[in-house]
């Protein structure tokens, strides 16, 4: 497994869009957090632009911020990943060199898995050293206070960049592929779940959609108009930790057997 | 036994690219499989290299004695070379070596043998087409395989071109490797190979060593003012397996070597005057489009 993530490593490592998607994500998830110095002070009842800094809400600020982050940078990233492959006909040399289709599968989401894993690690940093340095007094319980966010934060990660590659799998061209899962995240799924699913239906499940679920793993921190939703609605805005865990979960895993059965029986 | 096929198919919808095809490839064989474009070639490629699913029969490679995956043990390169555009050739076979788990390829050596030593940090896509299928062959090489499968290896290329990869793949050939050459040039796999399978439409239609399907049979062109006691006269010399009248006069099949001065000699001692007399090898073409025709 190591080494087919090496592989993959040797293929990216020198390929300017990836040095520029990873470039853009260390210098962006702190810097906009930073940001919001500049902001005169958040809509009430925050108030105050503390809260984007200290323990432990830094960990939601900041990680929404990265959920951005990685829907465009990463996601983009596991995108052509796959479609450049298909240009550049080197994933059926990989399999003419040597490569089972196992092989390629595993090479493929194990770097996703890898690459996740590193923008979380960064992610934590980031975290850790801006609210070390805004927090008056520092309790260990508060700064962990809600550590599972860590954990979706690189569940995140790795499910847009999952859901990327299965677009570049079954796509194949590297414009429209890309197009697509932009399309589909921003426009796409919001139409489904707004103007046609609670137009029939003003159901929670409405939330229970693949990229909306991965989104609200580390929902927007927009109480007000959450709880203005929930009054009028009846129910939240945003899925629960649990519930976006668990339909993230099962929707990836779906993705990852649509494209291991796709690549098993493709002709590359 | 390197490569055995047995009744193997591909179908694309109702398009039959190869059908029931029997191949037998032993080592140390240099075998061609010569045939038009769109014969089917490269579909049974990458059906051997795995690419390809097929639709029935089976293949076989080293006999089922290399594991699952025997193609970390072949070297190859099917149609186009293909690399990623933004790494340097070393850095390219750095990944197929990755690939094929060698711990410490002798990517050097390899450049080295095609000829692009030099230019081994330099971007694959400054290339010129002729390093690029060079590279290709080189990135083939890695790992010293016992079996190298070229397609179409000298497509594309210049003159020069042309002659630096035949003599790259001679003096493979002369390590002593088994190599699988595709190629739609007939005159290619007659200098190159030492069996051939000649390939129309996916069917097999002669396969052996390359003398005994494709034979460079001597003919003899000749003409008389009387055409008729021409006629006549020819029957009575020997050593011919066929005559052919033609607009000049009569071709005839040598089956063994017969100088022109005879028959001429002959000729006039029967009192006919030969006005066309002309010795020539039969063309590889015309006798590739003879038997590409039959069937």
């Not at chain 1, 007000?224 to 899925?239: C, Q, R, S, W």
């Not at chain 2, 006039?268 to 025709?293: V, W, Y």
Request: aromatic letters at 12%; hydrophobic letters at 45%; charged letters at 20%.
């Amino acid at each position: 497994m190591f080494k087919l993530i090496y592989t993959e490593w040797l293929k990216w490592n020198k390929q300017l869009i990836f040095r520029i998607v990873c470039a853009f994500y260390l210098i962006l998830l702190p810097s906009v957090l930073m940001l919001g110095k500049k902001l005169p002070e958040l809509p009430p009842p925050i108030g105050t632009t503390e809260v984007m800094f200290i323990f432990p809400t830094v960990w939601t600020y900041l990680g929404y911020i990265g959920n951005w982050l990685c829907f465009f940078f990463f996601g983009f990233f596991a995108v052509i990943s796959i479609t450049l492959e298909f240009n550049n006909r080197t994933l059926r040399q990989n399999i003419i060199t040597g490569w089972s289709r196992q092989d390629v599968f595993l090479a493929k989401f194990g770097s996703i898995a890898a690459l996740s894993l590193l923008a979380t690690i960064y992610y934590v940093l980031c975290a850790l050293v801006i609210g070390y340095t805004h927090t008056d007094v520092v309790y260990l319980s508060k700064v962990f206070q809600e550590g599972d966010i860590i954990f979706r934060y690189w569940l995140m990660s790795f499910s847009y960049m999952t859901f990327g590659l299965l677009i570049g799998f079954l796509i194949r061209r590297t414009v429209i592929a890309v197009f697509i899962y932009l399309i589909y995240i921003m426009i796409l799924e919001p139409v489904l779940r707004w103007g046609v699913h609670r137009y029939f239906w003003e159901h929670p499940s409405m939330h229970f959609y693949p990229m909306n679920a991965t989104e609200d793993l580390i929902p927007a921190p927009l109480s007000p108009i959450a709880e203005e939703f929930a009054e009028k609605a009846g129910f939240d805005l945003f899925m629960s930790p649990f519930e976006a865990i668990i339909t993230t979960l099962i929707y990836t895993t779906v993705f990852i057997f649509i494209v291991n059965s796709h690549l098993k029986k493709a002709d590359l | 036994m390197i490569l055995q096929t047995k009744q193997l198919t591909k179908e694309f919808g109702p398009l039959r690219a190869v059908e029931r095809l029997n191949l037998e490839i032993e080592k140390g064989m240099v075998f061609g499989m010569l045939g038009p474009n769109g014969s089917g070639k490269t579909t049974t490629l990458g059906m051997v290299l795995g690419i390809i699913h097929p639709s029935a029969g089976s293949f076989e490679w080293f006999g089922g004695q290399r594991g699952s995956n025997p193609r970390r043990f072949l070297g190859a390169l099917l149609e186009t070379p293909n690399f990623y555009p933004y790494l340097s050739a070393e850095d390219n076979l750095k990944i197929v070596a990755q690939i094929k788990r060698i711990d410490k390829p002798d990517i050097d050596r390899a450049l080295e043998i095609v000829n692009l030593l030099q230019r081994k940090k330099s971007k694959f896509k400054t290339y010129s087409l002729g390093m690029k299928q060079r590279l290709a062959i080189a990135s083939a090489m890695i790992g010293d395989p016992e079996v190298l499968i070229f397609d179409e290896p000298t497509n594309g290329l210049d003159p020069q071109g042309i002659a630096e990869v035949r003599e790259t793949i001679l003096q493979i050939a002369q390590m002593g490797k088994t190599i699988i050459m595709a190629s739609h040039i007939l005159d290619e796999v007659e200098k190159i190979c030492s069996h051939v399978a000649i390939i129309k439409n996916g069917r097999l239609l002669a396969t052996g060593p390359v003398g005994a399907i494709i034979n460079d049979d001597i003919l003899i062109e000749i003409g008389a003012e009387d055409k008729a006691q021409l006629q006549g006269f020819l029957p009575t010399l020997t050593g011919f397996s066929k005559i052919e009248e033609t607009d000049f006069g009569f071709l005839l099949y040598l089956q063994s070597e017969l100088p022109t001065s005879s028959i001429n000699r002959a000729a006039f001692e029967n009192g006919i005057i030969i006005n066309h007399l002309r010795r020539r090898q039969k063309s590889l073409e015309a006798e590739f489009l003879e038997i590409t025709n039959q069937n």
